[in-house]
């Protein structure tokens, strides 16, 4: 597993490093205390990002190992969602949401701002486009509107909520401070 990981995360952009994974694991880890799960959430992120090696393990955990890594993205889930294939599995699995929230809190906050700007930059796509604008949705800025100012809704673990609600503030800040620049450079 060691040789697999640093061979896989170099090919990663800076806003899903090797950094992002270890924050997550990190994460994970203080949501699973928090609500005393299993501890193999320690090892999800690092699957999640080896995603074709989670076969090199076979047991029930690497079982469930690999459920989690293939329901922890917000897009499966929101696709679940509105395909009304969310099972009770899916509501009621501790590590998936311990995993999912630490995640999500890694796209929020001071880390999520940094991670959409970097990228944003590999996709060649505008960090500030004024709302107005029918490019808008298609900047990072945009991008806190579709997804990121959303994410504290969706979180699951208490702990997480908590966190999510600080780092949702962040954003917020952030976000009136950029407004504002804008706004004076158009008096101008």
């Known amino acids: 597993m060691t040789n697999v990981y640093p061979r896989t995360m170099a090919k990663y952009d800076p806003s899903h490093d090797a950094y992002h994974v270890q924050r997550v694991r990190k994460t994970a880890l203080a949501l699973a205390r928090d609500v005393s799960a299993d501890p193999l959430t320690f090892f999800t992120p690092f ?6 090696h989670v076969d090199l393990f076979k047991n029930d955990r690497a079982v469930l190992i690999a459920k989690i890594v293939n329901n922890v993205s ?7 969602r509105a395909e009304g294939a969310i099972t009770t599995w899916h509501e ?18 001071a880390f999520g701002i940094m991670r959409c700007a970097a990228f944003s930059c590999t996709a060649n796509r505008p960090l500030y486009v004024p709302s107005q604008d029918p490019a808008f949705e298609q900047s990072a800025v945009g991008h806190f509107h579709d997804k990121l100012l959303k994410i504290k809704e969706r979180l699951k673990t ?3 909520k908590k966190l999510g609600e600080e780092r949702h503030k962040y954003m917020i800040s952030f976000l009136n401070a950029l407004e504002s620049e804008y706004n004076w450079l158009e008096g101008q």
């Open 158 to 160: 208490e702990m997480g």
């Open 74 to 80: 917000w897009s499966t889930e929101k696709k679940l």
């Open 47 to 52: 699957f999640e990002s080896v995603r074709g």
């Open 92 to 109: 009621s699995c501790v590590e998936l949401h311990c995993v999912q929230d630490a995640d999500r809190l890694d796209a929020i906050g």
